[in-house]
């Protein structure tokens, strides 16, 4: 059993990872400073009964890095890993500077390519949605970057007088009859068109034959069922790309 540990801009989700899998997590808000006590709180308690192997961080949040990493080393003496393209990982990249590709884009990469095969393209939803296509040889081609739900809703809101912040709960409809759906269809169901759209596009710029598709990404159970392209929702790929990250490594 290891420690793995993905620092978004948003949240940090803390598991305990055995044979890929999280047998225990905690989520809580990302603090980008060395004022973090309530990720001390949180290791304390996921670790606490725990014998493990060895800790894997993915941060696409530097400023965090050195807290986290002497809290592990204080908590469990262990020096951590961090995700980087400089990393074993089985791929190589076509990315004009690899250095610069997110460690979460990295963890999903390879937990996709582990665990369903290539070519492959992996979609994030979190603050930012990320598109990243493996090509069928093992190249990592690159992808796209767009703003995610939340962050899409307070620029939304922060730039219209009239729009306040909702609940982002998804309609069936394409329609609204209401400010409030107005904005769920345009927030979510667009959203959802929106990676219907890159999917077909992206397939379309890698011209390879079944490529697959998979979405991750704490919107992801919300957002897919919109979707008409076929997608596999995998919640926990990053953990499973931590965890083979490690063994790599």
Same mark, same amino acid.
């Given at each position: ?7 978004g801009n948003t949240d940090t989700v803390a598991a305990i990872i055995e044979n890929g899998k999280p047998v225990r997590q905690v989520r809580y ?24 192997? !060895? ?27 961090f995700v980087s393209s400089k990393l074993n990982t089985g791929l190589t990249y076509k990315h004009k500077n690899p250095e610069k590709i997110g ?15 290539y070519p492959v393209i992996i979609v994030d939803i979190g603050t930012a949605t990320t598109f990243f296509a493996v090509s069928g040889s093992g ?57 219907? !759209? ?8 890698? !011209? ?42």
């Amino acid at each position: 059993m290891i420690l793995g540990i993905d620092v978004g801009n948003t949240d940090t989700v803390a598991a305990i990872i055995e044979n890929g899998k999280p047998v225990r997590q905690v989520r809580y808000r990302t603090v980008k400073d060395e004022t973090d006590v309530c990720g001390s709180e949180n290791f304390r308690r996921i670790i606490n009964g725990y014998d493990l192997e !060895g800790v894997i961080i993915s941060s696409v949040v530097p400023e965090a890095n050195s807290r986290i990493a002497a809290l592990c080393f204080e908590l469990l003496r262990k020096e951590p890993i961090f995700v980087s393209s400089k990393l074993n990982t089985g791929l190589t990249y076509k990315h004009k500077n690899p250095e610069k590709i997110g460690a979460d884009i990295i963890c999903g990469a390879v937990g996709a390519v582990k665990k369903y095969g290539y070519p492959v393209i992996i979609v994030d939803i979190g603050t930012a949605t990320t598109f990243f296509a493996v090509s069928g040889s093992g190249v990592c081609l690159g992808g796209a970057i767009a703003p995610g739900p939340h962050i899409s809703m307070k620029a939304l809101v922060s730039a219209a007088s009239q729009l306040g912040e909702i609940n982002l709960i998804p309609t069936n409809n394409a329609i609204g009859t209401s400010t409030e759906e107005c904005m769920k269809i345009g927030l979510l169901t667009a959203h959802a068109a929106m990676i219907d !759209g890159m999917l077909e596009r992206i397939k379309e710029e890698m !011209g390879e034959e079944n490529v697959i598709a998979v979405v991750t990404g704490g919107r992801s159970r919300q957002i897919i069922p919109m979707c008409k392209q076929e997608i596999i929702c995998d919640e926990n790929l990053l953990m499973y790309g931590l965890y083979e990250l490690y063994i790599m490594n």
